[in-house]
DNA sequence: AAAGGGCTCAACCGCAAGGAC
DNA sequence: GGTCCTTGCGGTTGAGCCCTT
């Protein structure tokens, strides 16, 4: 049988939004507070899946978007953050007051990615490229631990910093440990 | 001015997680 | 504990814009 379908396909629209779904989805929204996506689209008299209202409030209608261009430090930011956390851009949104997750993907694709890689830096792995040499004889003395080597080795203590201290942002100024 | 190729970004899709029953 | 339902996430797509020829 499959997975039901998260809405009533038939009847509902697709694409981009139109001026006049924008003003019902922000005045049901801003009538009744963001709820229950599924039955939202009924409710506010919209033809559109729950799904499709979510993320157009989320990255497009909230209130505390911040559009517009990223700055160098928000740049920065996210290269080390993903450098950090990998593609978990809701995470990486998080850090970035104002920016979506989608927003924040869509930047990285497009703009950082080219930047690092026009660097010689793996935008994956934010290490230097492999040259053509090292692609034709791959290095097999391969690391096969499945997971960091933890606790194993007394002399470098494991690594449990919180986020902010291994970004060195926490707002106390002194970059202390939070442990 | 027109064509076409590249780029951007809003939106969609499928899946996984987590809560309710 | 199992199933169903809803939400949230990440990857991908495609329409429209921009730039080059």
Partial sequence: M???PCCEKAHTN???WTKEEDDRLIAYIKANGEGC???LPKAAGLL????SCRLRWINYLRPDLKRGNFSQEEDDLIIKLHSLLGNKWSLIAGRLPGRTDNEIKNYWNTHIRRKLLQRGIDPSTHRPMRTRAEEKCP???LELRMSPPRHLD???PPQEKCLDCRLGSH???GGKDCR
């Fill in 171 to 173: 707002g106390d100024g």
């Fill in 154 to 156: 007394a002399r470098s």
């Fill in 139 to 141: 290095d097999l003395n």
């Fill in 37 to 39: 996506w599924r039955s």
């Fill in 2 to 4: 499959g997975r039901s």
């Fill in 14 to 16: 697709k694409g981009a």
């Fill in 48 to 51: 559109r899946c729950g799904k």
